[in-house]
């Protein structure tokens, strides 16, 4: 009899500044006192949950992908390259084959196809990945060189990562990317269930909206989180009644919570609220578990 893979909980928001980072560590320091609990920061463009994991690094991984490079000595000046490169990071400029390493997807098209081995592959560094461990809390992350274009590429390896390096660990918390952009899809691709964070502000429904539209197309199942109840107006809860959508907990909006979160403190043992509200996402966690 084979155990189970991993529960993967994504934590999501349709915008930037919902309080996805403030729910991600603090659910997974809280997790962590009754568990073996793995926090991993997808948010590869500006990952910044090791400022509130205060976690001893165990060791840094270079991280690839790999680029065709033009060999100007065995090339024939085809254009087959160019022509079979879907993504245009291959081009022909008279007597010239450039490449865009930054539009490539790493497909391997040109490089199969080139009939004299002129694009022969290599590696090239697209990040890197950060392994933290303190106590039952394991906690990795990965950052992407500045300068990358393509974030998606740098989460695939994470996901990768956590799948083979931390397979043994029952619970997964996947902090994404915000939006509903690629990066998001790629984050929340392979999860068992996503936690979308919002605020009660029309920004926070209008892109709330969209993260809903994203999950319901990938065909994953949802709830909400409403950070900073008691600011602004019942939009939000009002949408979510009329599509039928959790809300699973809300997190009150408190001046202390700020202060708190701004010297890079967790707040779960400090806010008595907090902590309420990740013991009612602990029983959704618990529960999605229990019917896989």
């Keep these: 009899m084979t155990s189970k893979s991993p529960l993967k909980i994504a934590i999501a928001s349709g915008k930037g500044g919902t309080g996805k980072t403030l729910l991600s560590t603090n659910l997974a320091a809280y997790l962590s006192q009754f568990e073996p609990t793995l926090l991993v920061d997808l948010d590869v463009e500006e990952p910044n949950d090791a400022l509130f994991i205060n976690a001893p690094l165990l060791s840094t991984a270079n991280q690839h992908k790999m680029i065709p490079v033009w060999n100007e000595q065995e090339c024939i ?3 087959k390259c160019a022509r079979v490169c879907k993504f245009h990071a291959v081009v022909q400029l008279g007597r010239t084959i450039s490449v865009f390493n930054q539009l490539c997807h790493s497909c391997y098209a040109c490089s199969e196809l080139c009939p004299t081995n002129a694009l022969p592959i290599q590696t090239h560094k697209m990040g890197e990945t950060r392994f933290f461990e303190k106590g039952n809390l ?19 390896k994470t996901h990768s990562i956590a799948q083979q390096k931390y397979n043994h660990i029952k619970t997964h918390l996947l902090d994404c990317p915000p939006g509903t952009s690629c990066p998001v899809v790629a984050a929340t691709k392979d999860t068992h269930y996503v ?9 926070g429904l209008n892109d709330l909206a969209l993260a809903v539209e994203t999950m319901r197309q990938l065909g994953k199942d949802f709830g909400v989180v409403i950070n900073r109840e008691g600011h602004g107006n019942s939009s939000v809860k009002e949408y ?48 999605k578990g229990a019917k896989r």
């Excluded at 906690?139 to 740098?154: D, K, M, N, T």
């Excluded at 936690?195 to 920004?203: A, D, G, N, Q, R």
């Design 240 to 287: 979510c009644q009329r599509e039928q959508i959790p809300v699973i907990a809300s997190i009150p909006f408190q001046r202390e919570i700020a202060e708190l979160y701004s010297t890079g403190q967790l707040v779960y043992s400090t806010i008595p609220a907090v902590r309420q509200a990740l013991e009612q996402i602990a029983l959704v966690i618990k529960e």
């Design 195 to 203: 936690i979308l964070v919002t605020e009660p502000t029309p920004f």
């Design 77 to 79: 000046l085809c254009g």
């Design 138 to 156: 394991s906690f990795i992350e990965s950052r992407l060189v500045v300068g990358e274009e393509q974030a998606v590429p740098l989460i695939n």
